[in-house]
């Protein structure tokens, strides 16, 4: 099985940027989707971006033009840098990862997911 560790939060004025990383290990898979998701207390966890085997890319409407999820195959890591941060992206971030696709929606991505991660805080001060 795969195992996921995320790193990179932090805490950042609004404004700011930070890049969050998540390191796969374990399984090797041929297709899948790996994704962001985001939880507040209180609330349902939220999928923010996703990047297929094949480098598509599928974005929350509250984070497009903000974030941007990429992947390094070499080094079996994801990415998430996030510029322009708001207050309302305080959250806990989870990366994940579902086989064998995206699915075209984040319902259909959890129902194909596998793995969580542990979560890296990101806190954004106004």
């Known amino acids: 099985q795969v195992q996921l560790v995320e790193s990179g939060g932090g805490s950042v004025q609004a404004g700011g940027s930070l890049r969050l990383s998540c390191a796969a290990s374990?399984?090797?898979?041929?297709?899948?989707?790996m994704g962001w998701f985001r939880q507040t207390p209180g609330k349902e966890r939220e999928g923010v971006a996703a990047?297929?085997?094949?480098?598509?890319?599928y974005y929350a409407d509250s984070v497009k033009g903000r974030f941007t999820i990429s992947k390094d195959n070499v080094k079996n890591t994801l990415y998430l840098q996030m510029t322009n941060l708001m207050p309302e992206d305080t959250a806990m971030y989870y990366c994940?990862?579902?086989?064998?696709?995206?699915?075209?929606?984040?319902?259909?991505?959890?129902?194909?997911?596998?793995?969580w991660g542990q979560g890296t805080e990101v806190t954004v001060s106004p």
């Open positions: 994940a990862i579902a086989r064998p696709s995206c699915g075209g929606s984040w319902t259909l991505f959890r129902r194909y997911l596998e793995v």
């Open positions: 374990g399984e090797t898979y041929s297709s899948y989707c």
């Open positions: 990047i297929a085997s094949d480098s598509n890319t």
